[in-house]
DNA sequence: GCATTAATTGAGACTTTGTCTCAATTATAT
DNA sequence: ATATAATTGAGACAAAGTCTCAATTAATGC
């Protein structure tokens, strides 16, 4: 996986250095949902002297090759930077009360995928499907609270 | 439909203030993808000293009450605000290297929106389903520029 | 291994976004 | 009209993200 990921960059020209690859390893152990800040703590755990500045612009370089795309960004309680290194999609639930997020797996947009790429001429290299709206805890205690 | 709102905000026990309905106003013209910082600029133009934290409780309250959905908040580029007034969801195409954005209508998820919502005991009031990659155009220039 | 060179970096200033507090205002019920 | 509690604007604040520039460093060719 990080060996695609170099390859690629070599491939489009790109320097192998020590932040970027600390910045890489933290995206490879650290899940899908890590945040700008997340890395750059995380990263600095395994290079020092790695800079928020490094942080998003590899996360910029990254998103421009297809191998990483950031979903909510700037959003704070949640989760924030989105991988999609790991799969070619992202789903999950969020409740609007408590910010929880729930994942799935179930995946219906294949073929649609396929038409819109036809129809429009589009190279889609991932997506986010997101629900929204109360969860299960929630949903009861909505009209209780206020 | 803005009456649907000032209906729900009522029998919610909510004040019918100027500023709020400022906000309104604009979020019902202004489309659906309208960023915090427009839906200010906009409701200023209707309420001049309506401010920014107005504009945020605003948002905040009518997201409490699934009226509304902020999407990628704080991303500056593209749009940000997404209103959920107008449809249950949204679909739409970005591209990841000029960032443009393509919506479609064509909408695939409504049964396993009912199999999540019994599954899981979720409340579902709205989703959003984005593909990224590139665009026609991006598709193209991708590797002269580069 | 060593020098060259252009890409990349860190530091930190800066801008923008979003949150919070508090005194002043105002919509609503009476 | 008055009382009262919700709502507001201002502005301080915090966090997120961008940008510049001089210093560093990875890759290339020797």
Not at 11 to 20: S, V
């Amino acid at each position: 996986m990080l060996e695609t990921i170099v390859e690629r960059l070599q491939e489009a020209g790109h320097r192998l250095t020590k932040p970027r690859m600390a910045v890489l390893q933290v995206l490879e152990t650290g899940g899908e949902h890590l945040s700008p800040a997340e890395i750059l703590a995380r990263g600095q755990a395994i290079y020092p002297a790695l800079s928020r500045a490094t942080v998003y612009r590899t996360l910029e370089l990254l998103s421009e090759l297809g191998l990483l795309r950031l979903i909510h960004p700037g959003e704070q309680r949640s989760s924030v930077a989105c991988v999609a290194m790991h799969h070619h999609g992202h789903h999950h639930l969020l409740c609007i009360h408590c910010g929880c997020m729930i994942p799935f797996e179930e995946c219906v947009v294949g073929e649609l995928e396929a038409t819109l790429s036809q129809r429009l001429g589009f190279e889609i290299k991932g997506h986010l499907l997101e629900f929204y709206g109360l969860c299960k805890e929630c949903r009861g205690h909505q009209k209780v609270e206020q």
